[in-house]
């Protein structure tokens, strides 16, 4: 073959795709794309773009000349989907590649076909545009998913046959289980494994080796949509009954936690970095979660006292049980002007969360927006722990928040406006 041949062969997907990653039969207006980790969902969103700008069967009969691109963030679309290893921009051969305008937002083709990106910070951006199509990655993951979703819903409104693919790690969200049940979605699943050809034989000998039979091996690597553990400790509903788009203006005081890992390797522990307010109604609000993992304890640090910072806090909580007296050292290295509360944990990590799983069951606990894998967490805690056997480095950092706040601090509070 010519090298002219080659590259065509190459970048033809319907010779390489398996089953799943290619559109499905039947008059679907949503395609699910569930899977594991690393299964190939981003290259089969990139593909389905492509072969719709085109008009190529089984993709679309005739050209799409208006699509959304719509991710967690901007920086998720443009790092994801567009600009990454199986996005956009590498799915095309070189003569055929769209125009990337990161100060518009937008992709456009050599045809005249265009995409715009939005995120699921801002559904109130989807209203107004229209268009034939439609590609909405990880949104299981999406901040305010359902409302995101719904704006979507209005913009598909161009062509004979508007559809969209949403290509996701599954989690037992509303928005998950609402598209299950409509009648008008199709569903694909692959595991993690599907695409060991593509991938590092170190990832799976060491990430799937580690979790391969867990819960979190089953989601995240299985593509299997988990509910709670029967003995979890905190109930998903109970979280979704008092979801809160944004935290009230009234809150009265503000508190990070920080739960410090042991070492600062990739394997080790992440460190958990939540934060939370206590409004003038006595109800704690969860408003952030900033846990990172692999990071120097400079490095967790900044992230810590930066999130402190930016929400204008009234104390930075962290575990000193690790590090002792380097944990507050290195806090106040990055800024010598917080005011940093050493607790140290005497009793065991179910133990110290069962009173704030009480609060939740009470109403007295909202989460200010999605926080999808401190919510993991918390769904698959019981007397065991997790089911994977980490530290849930993200429900301990939940937990010295929300016992500071609600529990513990007894000093006037403070009026103050978000």
């Known amino acids: 073959m010519s090298a002219a041949e080659l ?6 997907w319907l010779v390489w795709a398996r089953d799943d990653q290619v559109p499905p039969p039947g008059d679907w207006t949503t395609w699910l794309v569930l899977g594991g980790r690393g299964a190939g969902k981003t290259r089969a969103g990139a593909e389905w773009v492509k072969g719709l700008v085109a008009g190529r069967p089984p993709f679309a009969d005739r050209p799409v000349g208006r699509i959304a691109l719509v991710g967690e963030t901007f920086a998720d679309v443009r790092d994801v989907m567009i600009e990454g290893v199986s996005g956009l921009l590498a799915v095309h051969r070189r003569g055929e590649r769209p125009d990337w305008k990161p100060s518009l937002r ?19 951006a989807l209203r107004g545009p229209q268009f ?3 590609w909405a990655d990880e949104v299981a993951k999406w901040r305010h998913a359902e409302e995101s979703w719904d704006m979507l819903q209005f913009g598909l409104r161009l062509g004979a046959l508007p559809r969209q693919m949403a290509t996701t790690t599954p989690r037992p969200t509303p928005l998950i289980r609402r598209l299950l049940d409509e009648a008008g979605t199709a569903v694909t699943r692959a595991a993690t494994r599907a695409n060991a050809f593509n991938l590092a034989p170190r990832f799976l000998d060491t990430v799937v080796a580690r979790y391969q039979g867990t819960r979190l091996g089953r989601q995240e690597l299985e593509g299997e949509l988990i509910d ?6 905190f109930r998903r509903e109970e979280i979704e009954r008092s979801r809160l788009a944004r935290p009230p203006a009234d809150l009265v005081r503000i508190a990070v936690a920080v739960d410090p890992p042991a070492a600062s390797t990739r394997a080790a ?9 206590l409004g003038a109604d006595g109800i704690g609000y969860v408003l952030a979660d900033f846990s ?5 304890p400079t490095e967790w640090a900044a992230r810590a006292v930066g999130l402190y910072r930016s929400l204008d806090a009234d104390a930075l909580v962290a575990e000193v049980n690790q590090g002792g007296d380097m944990v507050a050292a290195v806090l ?7 005011p940093v509360k050493a607790v140290r944990a005497r009793r065991g990590k179910y133990l110290r969360a069962e009173p704030i799983a009480a609060l939740y069951a009470q109403g007295r606990v909202r989460h200010a927006g999605t926080f999808p894998e401190l919510e993991d967490e ?3 805690f019981g007397p065991s722990g997790l089911s994977s056997g980490r530290s849930p480095d993200r429900l301990d950092a939940l937990v010295w928040a929300l016992t500071h706040l609600m529990l513990e601090d007894r000093s006037v509070p403070k009026v103050r406006t978000m």
Do not use: K, T
């Open 332 to 338: 106040r290295e990055v800024d010598p002007g917080v």
């Open 132 to 134: 034939g199509a439609a």
């Open 292 to 296: 990172v993992q692999g990071a120097r």
């Open 378 to 380: 918390m769904a698959d």
């Open 106 to 124: 937008r992709l456009e083709w050599p045809n005249g076909a265009v995409a715009q990106v939005f995120s699921s910070e801002d559904p109130e």
């Open 228 to 233: 709670d553990r029967p003995d979890a400790l």
């Open 7 to 12: 590259d065509r062969l190459l970048h033809d």
């Open 269 to 277: 522990d992440a460190c958990g970095i939540v934060a939370a307010g």
